[in-house]
């Protein structure tokens, strides 16, 4: 038939099949994408860390050995060929050869100038320690520091002293011209991140938003700012609405404590029904009516 699609005889249609490819790889992908991403996350941070603190941590570590000679267990015939970093020039017999083969063996160990001969062999002291730390396996011990180092850190900042400091810091950071425009935004996200701090919410209730008629979802997150209560003669409550799907941005109102319906459902509940753009209902509390109990003076809705 002309503008179909070919149906074996007895059995599904082109189209049946390819809703249901569709169907089940949307599913597969949503069973894995939140391991993939976690996983991602995971790698990408331990990667920044070590690539921005982990490896300077470890040339410190490696130019304060040096100083105390080259390490006895590096063969410096064969180790620094097999783990140094490679360059473009070859040995005779074949083999490429590494900078750390060349400072190892450099020419001006053997200067008759003492100065000169020091300074070479401390670059081969270097360069053997480097080598060590490829063979087994060390550059990790940056890695470490580097989180040691973080903890630290933070552990300096929650105190007074280190608070203070801190705002100094960023108060000299605030003065630069390009910066001052990128590090608040910045710094808001990363607080929304790695803040200890915990929002506290009172509640999950509903409130007509953002009109009449058109009720939303929010969460009491307590009293309004001074300025708007003392132009008010009624008690008012400051909620925030968070947005589907991604309930970590909204609106926060400030509505009348007698406008607002606190509702019998958990906080975890609600942010999977925004999440969710209101599929996953939080069980059986949302098909009853809403209590106000816990909320005096708020409307009852029946």
């Known amino acids: 038939m002309q503008g179909a699609w070919f149906r074996p005889s007895g ?16 599913r597969g992908l949503a069973a894995l994408l939140p ?105 990790a011990i940056g890695f470490v520091i580097a989180i040691i180092l973080v903890y630290f850190l933070g552990y300096f900042l929650a105190s007074f002293i280190g608070r203070t400091t801190w705002r100094i810091v960023e108060g000299l950071i605030l003065r630069l011209p390009l910066v001052r425009t990128i590090y608040p935004n910045i710094k808001q996200v990363t607080d929304f991140l790695f803040t200890d701090r915990q929002f506290e919410f009172s509640g999950v209730v509903a409130v007509q938003y953002p009109r009449h008629g058109v009720w939303s979802l929010g969460l009491l997150t307590g009293s309004p700012m001074k300025h708007i209560q003392d132009r008010e003669t009624r008690e008012m409550l400051t909620v925030f609405i968070p947005s589907s799907p991604t309930p970590v941005t909204g609106y926060t109102i400030t509505v009348a404590k007698e406008d607002v319906v606190l509702l019998d459902v958990s906080i975890d509940d609600a942010l999977r029904f925004t999440i969710s753009g209101g599929v996953i209902k939080p069980g059986t509390a949302m098909s009853g009516a809403p209590h106000s109990a816990a909320l005096p003076g708020a409307q009852r809705k029946g």
């Open 35 to 139: 391991t993939l991403l976690t996983i991602a996350v995971l790698f990408w941070a331990y990667e920044f860390v070590d690539k921005h603190i982990g490896q300077h941590v470890n040339r410190g570590i490696i130019l304060g050995l040096s100083y105390l000679g080259p390490p006895t267990i590096v063969n410096e015939d064969t180790d620094p060929l097999r783990y140094g970093t490679p360059v473009p020039e070859w040995l005779s017999d074949g083999r490429q050869i590494t900078r750390e083969h060349k400072l190892i063996h450099h020419i001006a160990l053997r200067s008759p100038d003492e100065k000169v001969a020091r300074e070479a062999a401390r670059r081969r002291d270097r360069a053997l320690w480097e080598v060590a730390f490829a063979k087994y396996k060390l550059h």
């Open 11 to 26: 059995g599904r249609g082109i189209d049946d099949l390819m809703d249901d490819f569709k169907r089940f790889f949307l």
